[in-house]
């Protein structure tokens, strides 16, 4: 049995991924942390963990940690995970990494997070964990970069018509829709629900933190250079994200064929769902699932892709324990198929 432990248990990430380890036929939960007032059982600070493990939450100790897990999970904020994945990685043990701290070069991690990437070693060795596309070297990794949720609802809607050359790359439009657990477990006057409920509003359009990871994955799959327009937006649901993209046809096709694309271009992606033609996924076809679920419309000269996922699951914990999974040769869906 793999030991595994989770570092930033307490977060809505951090918490979905103890729920799903609850239930994971391969490993056993030997650590949990998290920056808390006093230390007890997980069960006590998420009562619906009663019955499925009462492993004591303990305060952050990256030697504890690294000494009582072989894998380790890092639901931690950007900026702090680089800072504890070395010490995992220097003794051997493997780290899935939740923030963006290995997601992008140096350089555009300076502009788009404030500060001087800490870790630039380790940052040449991480691979990005969309199995989608990269499932050869994370089988292989010792570090993933788990991907963001709104690049995960991206890329996988927009990478099969890239990678096929029938999109003109200059024109490509997202517009996504996520649930407030999307931001974090914290105190913000924007997150409260007096805020949130019955409202809808966009925000940080085309310079949101997830758009420079977006364009570099994209970019890696078309070969070239691609900039996408992305404009985020927050709806009052507690998880899921809705993603629509507008790609511009180089040559005049139909639904019938685009979806044939998808289908054929996902036909190995266990976590993928390409609906028929005709039928549009929704965000509670996904909701608490690990599933991306993704259909297309062709309209004059434009393919318009909707894609649904479940932030807190491809978008977060279900994705890391999908890598999890390729890393440690264990079946891809194992503790998943809920």
């Known amino acids: 049995m793999l030991k595994v432990g989770v570092v930033g248990a307490t977060g809505y990430t951090g918490e979905e991924i103890v729920k799903i380890l609850t239930a994971h036929k391969k ?8 920056v808390i007032d006093k230390e007890e059982p997980i069960s006590g600070i998420f009562p619906s963990l009663r019955g499925k493990t009462d492993l004591v939450c303990k305060k952050p100790n990256a030697d504890e940690a690294v000494a009582a897990a072989d894998l380790a999970f890092l639901a931690l904020p950007h900026r702090v995970s680089m800072e504890i994945a070395p010490k995992f990685l220097k003794t051997g043990r493997k780290v899935i990494d939740l923030s963006a701290d290995y997601r992008l070069a140096p350089d555009v991690y300076k502009v788009w997070y404030g500060t001087e990437h800490k870790d ?3 940052l040449t060795i991480a691979v990005y964990g ?8 994370v089988r292989k990794a010792n570090l993933v970069a788990n991907p963001g949720c709104y690049p995960t609802s991206i890329i996988l809607a927009v990478a099969p018509m890239v990678k096929s050359g029938a999109v003109d790359e200059s024109f490509m439009i997202a517009d996504s829709k996520s649930g407030v657990t999307g ?4 105190a913000d006057i924007a997150l409260s629900f007096g805020e949130v409920n019955e409202n809808l509003k966009a925000y940080k359009i085309n310079e949101h933190q997830h758009k420079p990871e977006i364009n570099k994955i994209l970019s890696e799959v078309a070969g070239k250079a691609v900039e996408i327009v992305f404009t985020p937006h927050l709806i009052p649901i507690n998880r899921g994200i809705l993603s629509t993209v507008y790609l511009k046809l180089k040559k005049k096709t139909d639904t019938k064929a685009v ?4 289908k054929n271009f996902y036909k190995n992606a266990p976590f993928v769902r390409i609906y028929d033609e005709g039928k549009l996924p929704q965000v509670r076809d996904v909701v608490n699932t690990n599933y991306c679920d993704i259909g297309v ?4 000269d434009t393919a318009i892709a909707v894609s649904c996922i479940d932030n807190l699951g491809k978008g977060a914990a279900g994705q890391a324990v999908q890598n999890m999974n390729i890393m440690c040769g264990f079946d891809e869906t194992e503790g998943l198929k809920f």
Not at 27 to 34: D, F, K, Q, R
Not at 183 to 186: D, L, P, S
Not at 297 to 300: A, E, I, L, N
């Open 27 to 34: 490993v056993n939960l030997t650590y949990l942390s998290a």
């Open 120 to 122: 630039k070693a380790n």
């Open 130 to 137: 969309l199995p989608e596309l990269y499932k050869d070297a």
């Open 183 to 186: 931001a974090g477990r914290k």
């Open 259 to 262: 979806l044939t694309v998808y």
């Open 297 to 300: 419309k062709v309209t004059g």
